[in-house]
């Protein structure tokens, strides 16, 4: 088929919102935890760690000692927010290819293509500047200077090592994201042309090559290899690529077989093998597809599961619906407050922090859809309105 058909509309795959909910809330606290924590946990608390934490919590009492447990466990969750990132570079290659999977082209042409998505990505992104630059009082360590003018026109990433972390530093993801949406007209063409299998191969020789490139031979810093350079996070983004067009021309196949207890199996082995990769030798080339890659398996088993709960569902598919806004709107906020709370315990924090992470939820939201109302009003012409492809509001972070 070719971009001069008419777009078949499709559902919404409800466990992918749901995915995404879970993500985007565990980085959400991942973020509060660090502002939260300071010193106070071993960063990172591995699990093979915990007897000695405990040990040094403990006050002999088996309450105690049961507290301390479920303290540990959840400073060990609550770290490990940040690796939910990979799970939105999968579902960014899914997204986007999920749209176009059964036509050469989009309807209108990548020109157009390219209008819409960024006219998804920036709004938002301005608007998150400007509520920074109006509201003095929050967490933000960083002047606003030169920087400030190159972040608000979508540059995050030259030069790196100023750049990249620049005023709210989960904004890094954007710039990864703006990347990824230039090249993805050229890799979908070599995806529909060389085959998911080659493909995918492809990509992981390209990121394997980059990383060690970048860290061992260049030496450069390590922002590039976390997602200054597309290349180095393009195994990721290839997969989810992949898993879409497989989805789309064979649903109930890929669901058997997605689903299925021994791809979840596998997805906890490259999770951990991604854990343990994390090294300053060549597996490190690995780490962030294994990681990224397992634990987008696991999570969306995960949210397969929770579909058959009504209500958790509902909220989770409405979070990941509108990730966006609270993805570009977090930080700041959580940080602020997680460093007026750091003098009471882990079980105050937990409630303050679930109280806090569901207010700004709400208002994230609420001011994405007014803004997404606003641009569509400006900047949408009724004919294009008509034509969009099925899938744009979903891919949103």
């Known amino acids: 088929m070719t971009s001069s058909s008419t777009p078949v509309i499709k559902p919404r795959l409800s ?50 000692s049961i507290g301390c447990l479920l303290e540990g466990l959840t400073a060990v969750i609550f770290q490990r927010g940040s690796q939910a990132v990979g799970v939105f570079v999968v579902l960014s290659g899914f997204g986007l290819t999920y749209a176009l999977a059964l036509y050469d082209t989009p309807a209108g042409g990548w020109i157009t293509w390219y209008r819409r998505r960024l006219l998804r990505l920036f709004p938002m992104y301005w608007v998150a500047h400007l509520i920074c630059l109006a509201s003095p009082f929050l967490s933000l360590k960083d002047s606003f200077d030169w920087r400030f003018l190159s972040s608000f026109l979508g540059n995050r990433v030259i030069p790196a090592d100023v750049m ?84 789309r021309h064979h649903p109930g196949l890929v669901e058997e077989h997605f689903f299925a207890g021994t791809t979840l199996l596998a997805g906890i082995c490259l999770y951990v093998l991604g854990t343990y990769s994390y090294q300053p030798v ?25 579909e058959s709960l009504p209500g958790v569902r509902s909220l989770l598919v409405y979070v990941g619906a509108y990730s966006y806004g609270l ?36 208002a994230s939201i609420l001011l994405e859809r007014i803004v997404n109302r606003i641009s569509e009003r400006l900047f949408t012409s009724p004919a294009a309105g008509r034509t969009a492809i099925p899938g744009t509001h979903s891919q949103r972070q």
Request: hydrophobic share 55%; aromatic share 22%; proline share 5%.
């Open 164 to 247: 990249f972390y620049y005023l709210v530093p989960a904004w890094w993801f954007f710039g990864l994201l703006v990347e990824l949406y230039i090249v993805f007209p050229l890799f979908y063409r070599l995806l529909r042309g060389v085959g998911p299998v080659q493909f995918l191969v492809y990509s992981a020789l390209f990121t394997i090559s980059t990383r060690y490139l970048l860290q061992d031979v260049l030496q450069a810093h390590g922002n590039w290899s976390q997602g200054a350079f597309f290349g180095a996070r393009l195994w990721e983004f290839a997969a989810g690529m992949v898993l879409a067009y497989y989805y």
């Open 282 to 306: 060549f597996t490190y080339t690995l780490t962030d597809a294994f990681i990224g890659i397992g634990l987008f398996i696991m999570t969306a088993h995960l949210s397969r599961w929770i």
């Open 327 to 362: 993805y570009l709107l977090h930080q700041p906020f959580v940080m602020l407050v997680g460093e007026q709370l750091r003098p009471y315990g882990m079980p105050i924090y937990v409630l303050c922090a679930t109280l806090v992470v569901a207010a700004i939820t709400f």
């Open 15 to 64: 466990w992918l919102d749901i995915t995404k909910g879970i993500s985007i809330l565990w980085i959400v606290f991942f973020h509060f935890f660090i502002a939260y924590a300071g010193v106070r946990y071993p960063w990172p608390l591995k699990f093979t760690a915990l007897p000695g934490f405990m040990a040094e919590c403990s006050s002999g009492s088996i309450l105690h």
